[in-house]
């Protein structure tokens, strides 16, 4: 048995967007975060007494890395080294091999992968001897396939183990530009694990073998939702591998839509987000962004009410050390549905397929390919993620919406 974690796009000392207006104290632990979370992962590296740490790119955001990253990086590198756990790092698009000099020398613990596809060995403390194959970017850009230049499997190792920061093809829209590979040629070189970097939404793109993306350790943006972290892997001569995600972000980043069209007293719209947001506690902080529907037949001096500053501020929650902040506020009144054609009312089992289908990643894609490909403006579009996807389907259904109550309109002058 073998156990090591896997962890990517780290992005140390990296900037949170689509944040104003945030009080210091918040500020600095936002600042904090990314390193707190790399912490924590040492912390349960050393816990968990793994074999060793495997970084699949993107340790830092930039290629003139900061210092104090740099830094950081290397104490907590430090720690590992005083445990006898050897550490591999591939370097990716956001931190590529660079101008040496301006890079800050790592302990005798870490190896890190050269330009081209190379394989290290080690040997654990159960005496099991493990290949690792893998490459560092030397530019921002690698289109080439490099899948092809990893070696098969070596057969007379225990396991052996795939490093590659790159993008699964298919998904036409995301990291298009980034060493593209498809799960077939993984499967090829028939390998016991793939440690993948570079996409930070958590996947498991395959099961035999076992290929995963552990998402970026500290999600930096409204559209990196929920728990961030990194997995815990064991694997096995004769048995299942064991993967576990480990949470280490002590930030979370929560998107909460609120149904609100039948509230329509203050009292009940500010019990009901109460109960909607978060408990904070202990363990994490939040950077909550909230979208609520209230009728548009609400009294006037209601919806004037809820849409005050103070409204948002009276839910700010800030202590010695967690908090919760809201960092988006929007409500958007609609017509009740009782008034217009309520798709889910007339057709239950057709409307909830067509929301199951659209919602698949793989419809979603075919459906809007002639905007990305086609358009002249593709190139100001956001990326087809499951951010985008959900907010474009629920701009569809409150088109629907809109459009119903015109008719309504029109069939209530007939």
């Known amino acids: 048995m073998v156990r090591f974690i896997h962890a990517a796009d780290l992005h140390l000392d990296s900037p949170f967007s689509g944040l104003k207006n945030i009080p210091e104290e918040i500020m600095k632990s936002i600042q904090q975060s990314t390193f707190q979370s790399l ?50 790092i591939i370097h ?14 790592l302990p005798a613990n870490v190896t890190i992968f050269n330009t081209s596809v190379e394989t290290v060995n080690l040997v654990t403390k159960e005496g099991k001897v493990i290949a690792l194959s893998g490459f560092s970017y030397d530019k921002r850009w690698i289109t080439e396939r490099m899948i092809n230049k990893y070696p098969t499997r070596y057969n007379q190792v225990d396991f052996h183990i795939g490093l590659l920061h790159g993008y699964q093809e298919g998904k036409k829209s995301e990291h298009a530009h980034y060493a ?13 694990y793939w440690a993948l970097g570079h996409i930070h939404l958590r996947e498991k793109v395959s099961d035999f073998p ?18 961030k972290g990194f997995l815990l892997v064991e694997l096995n001569t004769h048995a299942s591998p064991e993967i576990q995600f480990i949470p280490s972000a002590p930030i979370i980043w929560k998107k909460i839509n609120i149904d609100a069209t039948k509230i329509r007293t203050v009292d009940a719209y500010y019990n009901l987000i109460q109960a909607s947001l ?14 609520i529907l209230v009728s548009k037949d609400s009294p006037e001096s209601f919806l004037k009410k809820i849409n005050q500053n103070q409204f948002v501020e009276i839910h700010q929650r800030l202590n010695d050390k967690e908090f919760l902040w809201i960092t988006e506020y929007k409500v958007t009144p609609i017509a009740d549905q009782e008034k217009g054609l309520d798709m889910n009312t007339l057709f239950p089992d057709a409307w909830e397929k067509v929301l199951t289908e659209v919602s698949n990643d793989k419809v979603f894609n075919e459906l809007t390919a002639d905007f990305f490909e086609q358009s002249k403006s593709a190139y100001m579009m ?33």
Not at 92 to 105: P, V, Y
Not at 278 to 291: A, F, G, M, Q, R
Not at 397 to 410: A, F, H, R
């Open 382 to 414: 956001q990326e087809r993620s499951e951010f985008y996807r959900e907010e474009m389907i629920k701009r569809a259904i409150l088109e629907l919406q809109m459009i119903s109550d015109t008719k309504g309109v029109e069939n209530s002058e007939d």
């Open 210 to 227: 076992p290929v995963y993306y552990p998402g970026n350790l500290q999600g930096r943006n409204k559209k990196e939702t929920e728990e």
């Open 92 to 105: 990716g698009n956001h931190d590529f091999a660079g101008d040496e000099t301006l890079h800050i020398s």
């Open 39 to 88: 912490s924590n992962l040492v912390y349960s590296a050393i816990h968990n007494q793994v074999d060793f740490v495997l970084f699949s790119g993107d340790i830092y955001d930039l290629e003139d890395r900061s210092v104090k990253a740099q830094v950081q990086f290397k104490r907590e590198m430090e720690r590992l080294e005083k445990q006898n756990i050897p550490v591999y």
């Open 180 to 192: 593209p590979f498809t799960v077939s040629e993984l499967r090829k070189k028939k390998y016991d």
């Open 278 to 291: 978060p408990i904070i506690n202990d363990i994490y902080s939040y950077l909550v962004s909230l979208e």
